[in-house]
T-cell receptor
Framework: NAGVTQTPKFRVLKTGQSMTLLCAQD?????MYWYRQDPGMGLRLIHY?????TTAKGEVPDGYNVSRLKKQNFLLGLESAAPSQTSVYFC?????WGAGGKNIQYFGAGTRLSVL | GQNIDQPTEMTATEGAIVQINCTYQ??????LFWYQQHAGEAPTFLSY????GLEEKGRFSSFLSRSKGYSYLLLKELQMKDSASYLC????????????FGRGTSLIVHP
C-alpha cells in the first residue's frame, strides 16, 4: 500500500517555464490537497478537491492551477514559474469518517522545487 | 479567518518532558490536530481533539480547552528521535473540513 505518491521529488526550473506536479493516492480518499511549505511559514493551502471533477482555491492559489480528472490523482500546474514559487510542495489526501469528521490527512513525501 | 500561534522553537533534554502550546482564535471551532514532521520528511498525524480534555497515546498526550482557545502537546520520556517540527492545525465547522495549520514548533532534543 503506497499511500500518497508525489512525482517528481526534485525539480529545477527557469523563470517562465511550466511544469506539472503529480499526486496519486491509493486509499480511495475523497479529499485531496496541495500545500506549499516555506521556512517559518508552515503549511499553506494552495488548492484542494472534495471529489473527482471538483477543485477549489485555498489560501495561496495565485500562479497555480489544478485538475482532478480521476479520483486517485490530483495535478498541480505552474504555467509560468516565478522565483517566489521556490518551495517544498506537499500533496495530501483524507477521508471524512466518524460523526465528528476526523479527517486525518496523509501526506506525500514532497517535491522540492527551485525556480531560478 | 483563523489565527494560530505556536512557539517557533523549543529545546529539551533527552528523558525529560516537554509541553508545546498552541493557541487559536477562530469562530466555529470543529477540531484540532497535531502532526509531527521530521526534517526533510512529510508530516504524520499524531492526535486529534474535538472535546475538552486530555487524549493520551503512549508517550504523547494532547489537551484541549475550547473556552480558552488552547491546546498543548505533551511529550514524555523524550528521545532523540523526537527532534522534529510539531504542527498544530485547527478546523472550523461548515464548509469542506479543511484544517488551517500553524507555523509549527521546531523541537530540538539534546543529550
Amino acid at each position: 500500500n503506497a499511500g500518497v505518491t508525489q512525482t517528481p521529488k526534485f525539480r529545477v526550473l527557469k523563470t517562465g517555464q511550466s511544469m506539472t506536479l503529480l499526486c496519486a493516492q491509493d486509499m480511495n480518499h475523497e479529499y485531496m490537497y496541495w500545500y506549499r511549505q516555506d521556512p517559518g511559514m508552515g503549511l499553506r493551502l494552495i488548492h484542494y478537491s472534495v471529489g473527482e471533477g471538483t477543485t477549489a482555491k485555498g489560501e495561496v492559489p495565485d500562479g497555480y492551477n489544478v485538475s482532478r480528472l480521476k479520483k486517485q490523482n490530483f495535478l498541480l500546474g505552474l504555467e509560468s514559474a516565478a522565483p517566489s514559487q521556490t518551495s517544498v510542495y506537499f500533496c495530501a489526501s483524507s477521508q471524512i469518517w466518524g460523526a465528528g469528521g476526523k479527517n486525518i490527512q496523509y501526506f506525500g513525501a514532497g517535491t522540492r522545487l527551485s525556480v531560478l | 479567518g483563523q489565527n494560530i500561534d505556536q512557539p517557533t522553537e523549543m529545546t529539551a533534554t533527552e528523558g525529560a518532558i516537554v509541553q508545546i502550546n498552541c493557541t487559536y482564535q477562530t469562530s466555529g471551532f470543529n477540531g484540532l490536530f497535531w502532526y509531527q514532521q521530521h526534517a526533510g520528511e512529510a508530516p504524520t498525524f499524531l492526535s486529534y481533539n474535538v472535546l475538552d480534555g486530555l487524549e493520551e497515546k503512549g508517550r504523547f498526550s494532547s489537551f484541549l480547552s475550547r473556552s480558552k482557545g488552547y491546546s498543548y502537546l505533551l511529550l514524555k520520556e523524550l528521545q532523540m528521535k523526537d527532534s522534529a517540527s510539531y504542527l498544530c492545525a485547527v478546523r472550523v465547522s461548515g464548509g469542506s473540513y479543511i484544517p488551517t495549520f500553524g507555523r509549527g514548533t521546531s523541537l530540538i532534543v539534546h543529550p
